[in-house]
């Protein structure tokens, strides 16, 4: 019987990449516009390494960049930047298809909810708030909840604490085999690998179900819930 359903959220709720891709072009577009003196591809090799530095939820990528590029922080270039990002960002932090429908079938049939994710506590809600995500989960943890990221088990067993069921209870859906489906498994649960959000063409995902499409998550809960 599977009571809960605890869900990764960048690129298995949202396109986080996607998102990402086009917010950091917009930026770069503005920042050109309002002076900055290199090519766009330039610009782009600066800000993946330093997000490959710094990591990919670094707040001050801008700031770096012009520090890094000019030696100083042009404040007319940097306010353009962000601007364009974070309009982007909102045009383009968008579900992917099916989630919504997805996750109001599965409110209407009681499965408990919740998402581990390795985001900043602050990212990962405005980024659920952004898409009315925010009411619908039971729990939500984060990097900051536990100071651990995936596989690591601390992330899932507080979500299953919370929760109140066992991890045989539970079924894990996450686009990172090495971290979602590793870190559930070594916990004891069930787990499905978004492969329609995957980014690194994984070959063996080391999970007990593929999703191509996130709706199959119901023929799965089908499948474990229906009395033979």
Known sequence: M????????????????????????????AMMDAGMKLTHEQIKLNIDKIYTEQGIEYQK?????????LGYVDFRILSAGIIAYRRAREAALKPYPHVTATLMKLVKSNIKLAVVSDAPAREA????????FHHIFDVVVTFD??????????????????LNV???????????????MVGAKNVGMITAFAQYGDVFGTQEAQSDYVLKDIKQLLEILDKHNTPE
């Open 61 to 69: 990528v801008f700031d770096q960049l012009l520090q890094e590029s």
């Open 145 to 162: 909840d536990t100071g651990e990221r995936k596989p690591g088990p601390k992330p899932f067993q507080m979500a299953l604490s919370k």
């Open 2 to 29: 599977i009571r809960a359903v605890i869900f990764d959220l960048d690129n298995t709720l949202v396109d986080f990449m996607g998102m990402k891709r086009q917010a950091v072009d917009a930026a770069i577009g």
């Open 125 to 132: 809600w405005l980024r659920l708030c952004y898409m009315n």
């Open 166 to 180: 066992q991890a045989n209870e539970a079924i894990m859906i996450g686009d990172w085999a090495e971290r979602d």
